[in-house]
């Protein structure tokens, strides 16, 4: 090629070479542009009913959850590991139980298939809180915490060997003022150790003064805890209770409105209601059963002798499920054992399960298969007796009583609370998805031991520990719930 040819081509040779240069650059550069790939999550609940207590939130959503916590709430389709079809169904927060004496692995698994999330002892309680959470180091199905309980304390410094419950001096000596300055080192110990309340149970420690359940106030007041009491039962119970928060300033969970309030459920709660009027933080629960349970020997039986013989039949022998007689009961509580007293109507439940103050709790307590139905149906009773079946509480306030009342009465103490009981962005992954149309329970007086229906799958953490109706054996994310001040 001659010189001339070479210098007539150039410009064309030098041009393709620029867009050559050129179309790399822009593949390179549309590379570097590109969408970032979609998010994909652990786990995402798609088409179900988001419903939200503290946010108000209602309406088809999905939920995507990553590492534990909820990371997305969206209408738009999520990507997940794992996408769980739940349309048609209810996605709520997990449900948290205040009163769960039940705190065993056994126990767990049947309230977990109940919806329960986080399972709580804050009335009885425990006398030692370090050996209470170490004992339960490793995980369970479902998250717990501990109350450091005024009962075992007061067994401890009185040397009362009863069983879960005093049946010795704890119930009948009053304490001097060593052993209540004793009990209440015992107690700040508690509480320092991470204790989540101070609990009472008065109504089986009959002996002990008004001076000595107001100084366990005080010192609960001074580490920022709450009390959860078992008053002494009646108006007065109640009242000794109230005067409690009004002269010490102490936050008071009254237990079992329903059982303590009895055929005067209504006034029981006014008289809350009326507390709370007064600027004093007093609250409480109920549970939706017409029959309680303890321990026969127990204080609450200590008058069994002057009863007519009628008043033996309406309690039931736990372990054998037969009604009592004067020769029963006395045989029995010489021995001492779990026992169902049929003591109340439905009338006086739906007194205390819809007065706007109440919140869900169980009192539950299923040890070898046996115990009360409560102990594993009183959340899907609430959802499907009290909500679809009467419409004596709509659906969202029932989970308002079950889900976000209960987190926001801890939180102050228990900061880890601040991220249950509700869905939203940021909070832990603790959720309870069920069918509003089947959720019942199944549990009975003579067989306690049926989960529910209708709870379909359940979240703790993050992980999917009920699915589609079914335990997942060996799923144990739950974590302590534990005040770290």
Not at 225 to 233: D, E, F, L, P, V
Not at 235 to 258: C, D, K, P, W
């Amino acid at each position: 090629m001659t010189r001339d040819a070479q210098e007539s081509i150039s410009p064309f040779f030098i041009s393709g070479q620029v867009v050559r240069c050129l179309v790399l650059f822009f593949i390179l550069a549309a590379g570097g542009c590109a969408p970032e790939a979609e998010e994909t999550y652990d786990v995402v609940l798609s088409g179900g009913r988001v419903m939200d207590p503290a946010s108000g939130m209602d309406g088809v959503r999905n939920v995507g959850i990553r590492g534990g916590s909820i990371a997305m709430i969206s209408d738009d389709e999520l990507a997940g590991e794992r996408v769980i079809d739940v349309a048609g169904l209810v996605v709520a927060p997990g449900f948290i139980d205040l009163h769960e004496h039940g705190q065993t692995d056994e126990a767990y698994r049947f309230m977990v298939r109940d919806g329960v999330t986080t399972a709580l002892e804050l009335e009885v309680g425990t006398g030692n809180i370090a050996e209470w959470y170490t004992a339960r180091d490793g995980g369970q199905v479902v998250n717990y915490g501990v109350s450091i309980g005024h009962i075992p304390v007061r067994m401890i410094v009185m040397e009362d060997r009863g069983e879960w419950l005093p049946s010795g001096l704890a119930t009948t000596e009053p304490a001097s003022p060593e052993q209540i300055d004793e009990m209440a080192r015992l107690i700040g110990e508690g509480l320092a150790q991470g204790a989540v309340a101070v609990g009472f149970g008065i109504a089986y420690t009959p002996a002990a003064t008004v001076e000595e359940f107001e100084t366990m106030l005080r010192v609960g007041l001074d580490h920022g805890s709450g009390a959860h009491i078992h008053t002494r039962g009646g108006m007065e119970g109640l009242a000794e209770a109230i005067a409690g928060a009004r002269n010490t300033g102490a936050s008071v969970h009254v237990v079992h409105s329903n059982s303590s309030g009895g055929a005067n459920s209504h006034e029981f709660l006014e008289m809350i209601q009326a507390a709370r009027s007064e600027g004093l933080d007093v609250t409480t629960e109920a549970y939706p059963y017409e029959a309680s349970a303890t321990r026969i020997e127990s204080a609450l039986f200590d008058d069994w002798e002057t009863w007519d013989d009628e008043q033996f039949e309406i309690h039931q022998w736990v372990a054998t499920g037969e009604r009592l007689n004067r020769e029963s009961f006395g045989r029995y509580r010489a021995e001492g054992g779990s026992i169902i007293s049929h003591s109340r109507t439905e009338e006086m439940t739906l007194a205390a399960i819809s007065h706007p103050l109440t919140m869900i709790a169980s009192d539950g307590k299923l040890e070898n298969g046996r115990g009360h139905p409560r102990s594993t149906g009183s959340y899907a009773k609430v959802l499907g007796r009290y909500v679809r079946e009467l419409g004596v509480l709509d659906l969202m306030d029932a989970l308002r009583r079950m889900t976000i009342a209960p987190a926001e009465r801890l939180q102050q103490r228990a900061h880890s609370m601040t991220q249950k009981g509700r869905i939203r962005m940021g909070s832990d992954a603790d959720l309870t998805i069920f069918n509003p149309d089947t959720v019942i329970d199944r549990s009975t007086y003579t067989e306690p031991d049926v989960p529910s229906e209708g709870i379909e799958y359940v979240l703790v953490n993050g992980v999917v520990v009920v699915d589609e109706g079914e335990l997942v054996e060996g799923a144990r994310p739950g974590k302590p719930i534990r005040s770290l001040r």
